[in-house]
């Protein structure tokens, strides 16, 4: 790799990486962006998009909190790529209805008491819990509407650049946002070998069908089974986690079984055949929450591990990293 000792260093052009990139950019701060295929090519583009903190976090944690937090800020995060960027993002708060079976309807007002008690609105309803407040964005928008945010800054961006190992002394700071991936970086800092915490990729399935506009309203999930429509009629179901390495093999006895699932939560899908299915390998990583900060003694920043909400922490993930690297530059 080319030294830069003025410029951040990202590894990783998904989602995150690219965020950290836009808002180190309107900080004045050069940035090269590496990924080792082409912008947001991995998980950030198989991802479906749900927004849904009520429906993945049910007990306290530091994935709640965070999950709270960006939920709060993805509307004037999309506004402002909007607004720098004129181009269109699909990101609407249509609410979300989480079924439940009857025992789990047991446990359904304590749940709801605990999220109200966190600032989510949950509507305790009888088959469901209802969160009023959770949202799908595209995530094939977002990045569009990034990468013209970082090109319009000057952000350098490296496609088909893999970085297999970085010195990190070589640039004013180095963030690494590659997902899956990002365990496998040898970095080292003034020479020294660093360890990286481990990643683990998750594959997971999905399948879509061509409906039509407003079909389903509210999304729907029970358990990790949803289903979701975007403003289009792309309507997309989910999901599965299978830890198989990086095998990138569409199964489609799987993809029946994604069907067969999401066709009990909207029974419309009974009568249609998928138009598309794909994977994506999410970044599960050891630990008790994703990797968002600065690596003690070093100049070398973690923005991975987000597991199944790389997409709802984005705008976090983003707004830590490059601040705290913006006031470590200072």
Same mark, same amino acid.
């Given at each position: 790799m080319e030294n830069d000792s003025a410029a951040v260093a990202i590894v990783g052009a998904g989602l995150v990486g690219a965020s950290v990139a836009w808002r180190l950019s309107q900080a004045g701060v050069g940035v090269r962006l590496f990924d080792a295929g *082409?912008?947001?090519?991995?998980?950030?583009?198989?991802g479906a998009g749900m927004l849904s903190p009520g429906g993945e976090f049910a007990e306290p944690s530091v994935w709640l909190d965070l999950g709270i937090e960006s %939920?709060?800020?993805?509307?004037?995060?999309?506004?402002?790529? &909007?607004?720098?960027?004129?181009?269109?993002?699909?990101?609407?708060?249509?609410?979300?209805?989480? @079924? %439940?079976?009857?025992?789990?309807?047991?446990?359904?007002?304590?749940?709801?008491?605990?999220?109200?008690?966190?600032? $989510?609105? *949950?509507? @305790?309803?009888?088959?469901?819990?209802?969160?009023?407040?959770?949202?799908? *964005?595209?995530?094939?928008?977002?990045?569009?509407?990034?990468?013209?945010?970082?090109?319009?800054?000057?952000?350098?961006i490296h496609e088909r650049h893999p970085v297999a190992k970085i010195e990190s002394s070589d640039y004013a700071a180095v963030v690494i946002a590659a997902g899956a991936w990002s365990g496998q970086i040898r970095a080292s800092y003034r020479r020294r070998s660093v360890a990286l915490p481990a990643t683990i990729p998750v594959k997971g399935h999905l399948i879509g069908f061509h409906l039509a506009a407003g079909a389903l309203g509210a999304m729907v999930r029970h358990g990790h089974t949803y289903v979701l429509q975007r403003s289009n009629g792309f309507t997309i179901a989910g999901s599965t986690e299978e830890q198989v390495g990086f095998d990138r093999t569409v199964d489609p006895a799987i993809c029946e079984e994604i069907h067969r699932r999401a066709s009990k939560l909207f029974p419309a899908l009974e009568r249609v055949a998928p138009s598309k299915c794909w994977i994506g390998f999410r970044p599960r990583s050891e630990g #008790?929450?994703?990797?968002?900060?600065? @690596?003690?003694?070093?100049? $070398?920043?973690?923005?991975?591990?987000?597991?199944?909400?790389?997409?709802?922490?984005?705008? $976090?993930?983003?707004? &830590?990293?490059?601040?705290?690297? $913006? #006031?470590? @530059?200072?």
């Open positions: *082409v912008f947001g090519g991995e998980a950030s583009s198989a %939920m709060r800020l993805y509307p004037a995060f999309v506004d402002e790529l &909007r607004n720098e960027t004129g181009f269109p993002i699909d990101f609407r708060i249509c609410g979300c209805r989480h @079924l %439940m079976t009857p025992e789990e309807c047991s446990q359904a007002c304590r749940r709801a008491e605990f999220q109200s008690s966190r600032g $989510i609105r *949950v509507e @305790l309803r009888s088959d469901s819990l209802f969160y009023h407040d959770d949202a799908f *964005v595209d995530p094939a928008g977002l990045l569009r509407a990034l990468r013209c945010a970082c090109e319009a800054r000057n952000v350098r #008790s929450g994703p990797h968002i900060g600065r @690596l003690e003694g070093t100049n $070398i920043w973690l923005a991975y591990g987000h597991y199944r909400n790389g997409i709802l922490l984005t705008p $976090i993930t983003a707004q &830590r990293v490059a601040g705290e690297i $913006i #006031s470590s @530059l200072a």
